[in-house]
């Protein structure tokens, strides 16, 4: 990917936050880059990894799926099968490894679905951490086991009310909170999105997905794939898919916004309906009006439901690289239930969005052709959600 | 010269600070703006930051989000805005300044941005979220309007005050605490020393702000610097009088004590 200079990818990115944050950002970069650079901390990445969450997650080949569908061959790569159930514990090991090196002894986070901070408090539990998870009122009620999870694991969750009480405000709210104990807090970003350096850090935290797909992908089948679908909120179970084979210009990337009730409606669908704007520290797309002012957003799916998206992803879009396609709630939920009936998985609901594109684009492909869909985290946490959408009355 | 500058003139040149205050444009409506505006400047303030509403307000804290949330609930446009500072302009002269954060100015169009600045009568801006890495975006273009772009320091700053005096325009904004805007008990920040170090670098004036509310503070405060701004505590007075309909007086009556706070530093 060109940066044409630090943190910025194209036009996109950079650090747009106050002043009071500038010198944490920069004392945050060259302390990653030290530590992308020692084999020490490397090495100690590696092992959480593999004897903690659990890696290399599989690439499984989903034979009735592409049977049934008649077209290219899927592949689904099983970050549902991680510790904590998503890909995000593979950048959270990262930052909490960081945070401990920085000397930091108290993690924060936001959250939209609870994924990511359930995973930044498990971290915070194995590394004996202080953790203050951020999490929007709305998605506390949507969300509400993996609020107890993170409780359980010795959080502290923080109620966010103001603006549409979701994850846009959990975000600002984690800002505001590191900006006033930057000492002795480190704040764990979730996704590829905020002020540099924080993409790139979840972007190379997250490539292990990319990577790995690669070499199971070239001992499976002798070749690259030739398609890469996967859900983006924020963008990062994405970003770690697409990063390792960017330069490999065979390979089509597709990113999947969340189309809610439809993009005429209410969505959440950055790339297809924003414009350029700068929020969270970065330039990138939004969804906004025409003074600026960002718009309430909205998704089944609470991990998706964010109204901006990282800044690498605009690159990407604009540069031609990769396309984003917008899936309605109901194709996600007729989805969920598909690939939970047909292949016995139950995926999330963000993960939904990616299969029903893979659901769109399979068939009318040849069956020579290889898709792989990134199953980014587990549908456990969303049953009661789906059961709702269907009008089922389960006991809660 | 501007008039944020003309203004810190005449109050040096008297030994004098200046005090600096803050509303929320259209809290709770721009008529109630344009009032409080010109009571604030009958009541001792120098000069007067407007607020501009913003759903994502990354640097404030609870009582000037709300007042945010208030205003835009109101559906206040940018536009007008610029149409009430062109309205207080027929009958004040007292130095404004947007409190803006960048995604407005980006949306509006820079260009469009500072043109109306200038033709309507706004002095200077502050952008929260524009740090010295950023603000080349906008520079060039707020110094050919003759706009003054007011920088920020914080205590954090360290090294970074010497560049970021260099491109200060009107007055340097000094953060005195981590954290964002709000009434603070007290302060656990060096003031003498921060002050030396941006004393060193910087020949604009400097103004301190963020968590000063009463006059005492501005008292005790005054000494280090040029002035003192307070955003929160007249922001809370606007809301405390919103059911009883009496916020002006309310907000006059503090703004007054503020200022003759300040006359008793010298």
Known sequence: MTEYRKGRYGRFGGQYVPETLMNALIE????????????????????????????????????????????????????????????????????????????KRRVIAETGAGQHGVATATAAALFNMECEIFMGSEDMERQSLNVFRMRLLGADVREVSSGTGTLKDATSEAFKEWAARVGDTYLVVGSVVGPHPYPEIVRDFQSVIGSEVRAQVLEKERRLPDCLIACVGG?????????????????????VEAGGEGLNARHAASITKGSVGVMHGMKSFFLQDEDGQIDPVYSISAGLDYPGIGPQHAFLFESGRARYEPVTDAEAVEAFKYLTKTEGIIPALESAHAVAYALKLAPALPRDKILVVNLSGRGDKDVYSVARYMGVNVNE | MSRIGAKFDELRSRGEKAL?????????????????????????????????????????GPVIMRANSRALKNKIRIKDIMGLVSDIRKTSEIPLVYLLYFNCILRYGPERFFSDCKSGGVDGIIVPDLPYEECDEIYGIAKDYGIDLIMLVAPTSRERIEKIAGKAGGFLYCVSSLGVTGVREKFSTDFKSFFECINRYSAVPKALGFGISTPAQAEELGKYCDGIIVGSAIVKRVEEGLAAGDFQARVGGLVAGLKSALEKVR
């Open chain 2, 20 to 60: 600096i205050t803050f509303v929320t444009a259209g809290d709770p409506t721009l008529e109630a703006t344009r009032d409080l505006v010109l009571e604030m400047e009958k009541r001792g303030a120098d000069i007067i930051e407007l607020g501009i509403p913003y759903s994502d307000p990354v640097a404030e």
């Open chain 1, 235 to 255: 963008g990062s179970n994405a970003m770690g898919l697409f990063y390792p084979f960017i330069g490999c210009s065979g390979v089509e990337m597709v990113g």
């Open chain 1, 28 to 103: 945050l970069e060259r302390s990653y880059y030290a530590a992308r650079d020692d084999n020490e901390f490397l090495r100690e990445y590696d092992f959480f990894l593999k004897e903690y969450a659990g890696r290399p997650s599989l690439l499984y080949y989903a034979r009735k799926m592409t049977e049934e569908l008649g077209g290219a061959k899927i592949y689904l790569k099983r970050e549902d099968l991680n510790h904590t159930g998503s890909h995000k514990i593979n950048n959270v090991l990262g930052q909490a490894l960081l945070a401990k090196k920085m000397g």
